[in-house]
């Protein structure tokens, strides 16, 4: 098999790299160890901030996002059981978020791609990337029980953080930062009306919840717990009863309940791998970086991945200069970083680590104080929740 350029991995960033090509008029295939189902029925984030709405639209992707996707204007932040609300257009200029799950996204890029795209495979594990500082890079992959090669022009590992993509780089190339925290989110979908029409971040002594949603009658709730904890060690009962006393505030709101039909627990860290490019093979998504789900930026990350690699390859084929492909990794990785920071800050902010000290209490307290009652600190949350420009 040939293409121009080879993608690894059918999540958001694959899925939307594909789209932006095709609609580029460069050829490309996708490789997807899973099956279609696994892949439209993995539960990850649900919101979509502004850039990202944008491109999707653009793409001719966002037909169903716009029917049925929920835009949000702002956000709650709960703590000391007072309710404060962040106003996004009113402290960014109109900028707005949506309520979109990431699982959506792909079934609506997976439709596409397979009605107008070029070939999506799925069960196609890619073993290993070849040749990434020639010319001619390759993925050798297996597919239907036969191990196949993938040629190609360009390779790009949008195969998550436990992907053979960024393998491919010589470790003495590679730099790695990172942090892992003792803790996890433990997240429910649950078939009951959200309690409040907007997200709700709190911050309690007990530790972090956040109440989120799917659907005006799906909601999607977490519960900050110890990094090892096994979710089916906590019953619908004792879940409702720690959300309740992690939101409660000191009015009449009251959190409405309903049966939980999923529950698993998501472990969190910050990582950053540099450079995002090696010769012929680029890194985007969660392959190259991930951040704590506190600041909703994973799949925001990995759009602005992908549009900047087929900004840059449009560019390389119009004009046959490599000088965007070649400023790649760095121009990822300044918006990167800048996600890794908002997102470590609403992590440090409103989870209880486990060895804090009452004065790391208070210091919580007094950063939220802080956003509350000055709109110089909101407007920064309100500038990174909402989005950091792409490129
Ligand atoms: N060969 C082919 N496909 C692979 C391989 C492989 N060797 N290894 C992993 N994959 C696939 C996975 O099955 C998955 O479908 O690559 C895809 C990677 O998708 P994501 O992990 O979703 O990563 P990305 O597309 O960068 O999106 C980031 O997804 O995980 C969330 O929180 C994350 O919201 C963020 C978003
Ligand atoms: C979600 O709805 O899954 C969600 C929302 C906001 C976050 C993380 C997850 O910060």
């Not at 999707?56 to 007072?82: K, N, P, S, T």
């Not at 109109?94 to 439709?111: F, H, N, P, W």
């Not at 036969?146 to 390779?155: I, P």
Request: charged letters at 25%.
């Amino acid at each position: 098999m040939r293409t121009t350029v080879g993608i690894i991995g059918a999540g958001p960033a694959g899925l939307l790299l594909a789209r932006l090509l095709h609609n580029a008029g460069i050829d490309s295939v996708v490789l997807e160890s899973r099956d279609r189902a696994y892949v439209e029925h993995r539960q990850r984030a649900g919101i979509l901030e502004q850039g990202t709405v944008d491109v999707l639209r653009a793409a001719d992707a966002g037909e169903r996002m716009d029917r049925e996707g929920l835009r949000h204007d702002g956000i709650e932040l709960r703590f000391d059981r007072r309710r404060h609300r962040v106003d996004f257009p009113g402290l960014t200029g109109g900028r707005s978020v949506m309520v979109y799950a990431q699982t959506e996204v792909c079934k609506d890029l997976i439709a596409l791609q397979l009605k107008e795209g070029g070939p999506l495979l799925f069960e196609a594990e890619a073993l290993a990337v070849e040749g990434a500082e020639s010319d001619r890079p390759a993925v050798r992959f297996r597919h239907e029980g036969r191990e196949d090669v993938l040629e190609c022009d360009y390779v790009v590992g949008c195969d998550g953080f436990w992907g053979v993509s960024r393998k491919a780089i010589p470790a003495s190339l590679s730099r790695v930062f990172e942090r892992t925290y003792p803790f996890g989110w433990l997240g429910v979908l649950a078939d009951v009306a959200p309690s409040h029409d907007e997200l709700v971040y709190a911050r309690h002594e007990r530790g972090f919840a956040l109440l989120s949603m799917r659907s005006p009658s799906v909601s999607r709730l977490y519960l900050q717990v110890p990094a090892d904890t096994d979710a089916q060690a906590w019953s619908g009962e004792e879940i409702w009863e720690e959300l309740e006393r992690r939101l409660e505030t000191d009015d009449d709101w009251t959190l409405r309940r309903g049966p939980i039909t999923q529950k698993s627990v998501t472990p969190m860290r910050s990582y950053v791998h540099e450079p995002m490019r090696h010769g012929r093979l680029f890194l985007a998504g969660d392959a190259a970086h991930i951040v704590p789900p506190t600041g909703a930026k994973g799949l925001n990350l990995a759009v602005g991945d992908v549009v900047t690699f087929a900004q840059a390859l449009t560019h390389q084929q119009r004009t046959g200069s490599t000088e965007l492909l070649d400023a790649y990794s760095a121009t990822c990785l300044r918006r990167v970083w800048q996600a890794e920071r908002f997102s470590y800050d609403m992590t440090t902010m409103l989870h209880r680590h486990p060895d804090a000290t009452p004065f790391d209490e208070r210091l919580q307290l007094a950063r939220l104080d802080r956003i509350a009652s000055c709109r110089a600190a909101e407007t920064d949350l309100a500038e990174g929740y909402t989005g950091f420009p792409i490129g």
